[in-house]
């Protein structure tokens, strides 16, 4: 039976990386906000003999990710994989001129949608499913204040998670990836030889090896 896999961030980078590894095995549910990256993403997934579910909808609004669990659990009844790589990267500033819409959107994004998801996708998850998170080292360096912090935050949340999880399940994974040639680095470093920067497909092979399935 094919299993299900759940991408919330997977129009491109790395979440679009691990869909396309996880298609021979599983079917993709792909969360994004951006429409024509997921049909690209579909169409790939299509070409290696894969299937995806779109799911073209913006994480921080709650009344969509009610209705994409429900959807999940109606045609599927369980869930065995979440990878969530969505995040709001805002512009970079000094913690004294952080603007308070960037600030706004980067807790609502990456600190309270984290939150309300994890309360939704674990009764889908149950005891054997994985949720997988994508840890980031920026929380401290200057003028990633709005960042960092709430990235930081994202992985307090799934640590607290992995660890009440422990012993029940589900498993929670939290993943440090090298630095890759993505969309968000290249709004953080513009101009950056991306020559040295670990590509995202052998990150994607990495980590899923790491989770102890066959990337």
């Known amino acids: ?16 990386a691990l ?27 299509t070409a290696l003999g894969g299937a995806a579910t779109l799911a073209p909808m913006d994480i921080t609004t709650e009344a969509a990710m009610a209705t994409l669990c429900r959807g999940i659990f ?30 706004s959107k980067s807790v609502a994004t990456n600190v309270t949608a984290t939150g309300t998801l994890i309360t939704y996708i674990a009764p889908l ?4 499913g994985t949720a997988l998170f994508l840890d980031d080292f920026r929380a401290g360096q ?7 912090a709430t990235k930081a935050a994202q992985i307090a949340l799934a640590r607290s998670w992995q660890s009440e999880t422990a012993k029940t399940g589900p498993k ?11 969309a968000t680095r290249a709004r953080f470093f513009p101009g950056e030889d991306r020559a040295p920067l670990a590509d995202p497909t052998s990150q994607a092979k990495r980590i899923l090896a790491e989770l102890g399935r066959d990337a």
Not at 125 to 128: D, E, K, M, T
Request: a negative charge; aromatic letters at 6%; proline letters at 7%.
């Open 1 to 16: 039976m094919t299993q299900t896999a759940l991408i919330t961030g997977a129009s491109r980078g790395l979440g679009a």
């Open 19 to 45: 869909a396309l590894e996880l298609a021979s095995t599983h079917h993709i549910i792909a969360v994004a906000k951006t429409t024509g990256a997921l049909e690209e993403l579909d169409d790939q997934i």
């Open 74 to 103: 109606e045609r599927w009844g369980n869930l065995d994989l979440w990878v969530h790589a969505a995040v709001h990267a805002p512009p970079l500033a000094p913690a004294n001129m952080i603007d308070a819409k960037d600030m």
């Open 125 to 128: 998850l149950g005891q054997s």
């Open 142 to 148: 200057p003028f990633f204040g709005s960042y960092g």
């Open 172 to 182: 929670v994974h939290i993943a440090k990836p090298d630095p890759m040639p993505t």
